[in-house]
């Protein structure tokens, strides 16, 4: 079964500019998180989506954005981007139990994003 | 709220050493624990996960750890460093109801020749 990926890998942006990642989940797996991992924050998490809403939302300006199609795959921008958004965008997917067990995440590579 | 602290974020062992990363964290309600591995320019990898059957949980590359509720840790061990070993690894704690995962900071391990 093919992994999570992620596209592009690498992305070098000017401030200012809004720049768009995308991510398909593992076949069968309908939920996909967001997160920015950074040397000083660590992961920190992004939005996740279900079935096309954001089920839940971590703590990061209305310049992060994302959403969700039909066929699960994801989107993520970032408006007016900052140097301070350089970082690794990681998406994650995992199914998604309406019984409330925690299914686990499974990770794509992730993309490289450098603000300059 | 829940949290995840990571003891040491640099450890270095020599190889065929013990490796031991520490993990403790904080929560109202039973968690789920996972940990993760980072190898450089790639995302995380699963390590293990503790669901709450059985308090010893294996995972891959020999990898283990052991929940301790009355400690609330959850440290991952290996009896035998390998170079193959050294990455960052990160320990995330869970809960039901579809909740975003909460990282730890993360320990990178070093493994000396």
């Known amino acids: 079964k093919a992994g999570v990926t992620q596209t592009p890998r690498y992305l070098i942006k000017t401030r200012g500019q809004q720049v768009t990642l995308s991510c398909s989940p593992i076949?069968?797996?309908?939920?996909v998180s967001w997160y920015q991992q950074t040397p000083g924050q660590g992961l920190q998490f992004l939005f996740e989506?279900?079935?096309?809403?954001?089920?839940n939302k971590g703590n990061f300006p209305g310049r992060f954005s994302g959403r969700q199609f039909s066929n699960s795959r994801s989107e993520m921008n970032v408006s007016t981007l900052e140097l301070g958004d350089s970082a690794l965008y990681l998406c994650?997917?995992?199914?998604?139990?309406?019984?409330?067990?925690?299914?686990?995440?499974?990770f794509g590579p992730g993309t490289r994003l450098l603000v300059l | 709220a829940q949290s995840v602290t990571q003891l040491g974020s640099h450890v270095s062992v020599s190889e065929g050493a013990l490796v031991l990363l520490r993990c403790n964290y904080s929560?109202?309600?039973?968690?789920?624990l996972f940990w993760y591995v980072q190898y450089p320019n790639q995302g995380l990898q699963l390590l293990l996960k503790?669901?709450?059957?059985?308090?010893l949980v294996k995972g891959i590359n020999g990898f283990e750890a052991e929940f301790k509720k009355s400690e609330t840790s959850f440290h991952l061990t290996k009896p035998s460093a390998h170079m193959s070993d050294a990455a960052e690894y990160f320990c995330?704690?869970?809960?039901?109801?579809?909740?975003?995962?909460?990282f730890g900071k993360g320990t990178r391990l070093s493994v000396i020749a």
């Open positions: 503790y669901t709450s059957a059985a308090t």
């Open positions: 994650a997917s995992r199914k998604w139990d309406r019984g409330g067990s925690l299914e686990t995440q499974y």
């Open positions: 076949s069968g797996h309908r939920s």
């Open positions: 995330a704690v869970g809960f039901s109801g579809n909740t975003p995962l909460v």
């Open positions: 989506y279900f079935s096309e809403t954001q089920r």
């Open positions: 929560s109202s309600v039973p968690p789920y």
